[in-house]
């Protein structure tokens, strides 16, 4: 019987937990431009392109890379505005929608169904906020007070979890 070369056993895990990460409904481009679809559930074709914190990782035994950094996609030109109310599910770990449009003044609330914590952070925008960890069946609310692109994400699962807010008057 063949014996592996020693960290051939990490290289290949290494690859199984990069291949089984992304963007919640998105898929990236040569051009660095995130493009797919408008939310998870697979609806509308959306563009735009990331930005965030990122981090690399590299296995002791060298050269596989991959990174962590989220890839915001943006709400359709399209997309309804909503108003009043607005409804984020986490669900088995992504995020439901995870685009959306609203006008300002809206309430935009997360709730976690997932038997796992989350948390929403924003990552830049016109509004800062920060959820600090929610369990099973709790939710985090917001008031959009100004408009402009909200990128945020749970902190926790970075890159599967990411979404944007659009603010429109």
């Known amino acids: 019987m063949k014996r ?4 051939a056993l990490s290289v290949c895990l290494a690859l199984l937990c990069a291949a ?6 998105s898929s990236t481009s040569g051009s660095g431009s995130t493009s797919g ?3 998870t559930s697979g609806s ?4 735009g392109s990331g930005s965030a914190s990122s ?12 990174s962590t950094r989220p890839k915001f996609a943006a709400p359709p030109a399209s997309a309804p505005v909503q108003s009043g109310s607005v409804q984020i599910a986490y669900r088995n770990i992504t995020i439901q ?11 935009i609330t997360w709730t976690n169904y997932d ?45 599967s979890m ?3 807010i659009e603010v429109v008057r």
């Open 4 to 7: 592996l070369p020693a960290g």
């Open 20 to 25: 089984g990460c992304g963007s919640s409904g």
């Open 37 to 39: 679809s408008g939310s």
């Open 44 to 47: 509308g074709a959306t563009s």
């Open 55 to 66: 981090s690399t990782a590299t296995p002791a035994s060298g050269g596989v890379k991959f």
């Open 97 to 107: 929608p995870d685009t959306v449009k609203v006008k300002l003044g809206s309430t």
């Open 115 to 159: 038997s796992i914590q989350h948390n929403v952070t924003s990552e830049g925008g016109p509004q800062k906020f920060a959820s600090g960890n929610i369990g099973e069946g709790t939710h985090f609310a917001i008031t959009a007070t100004t408009p402009g692109v909200i990128h945020y994400e749970c902190t926790i699962h970075p890159t």
């Open 162 to 164: 990411n979404g944007t």
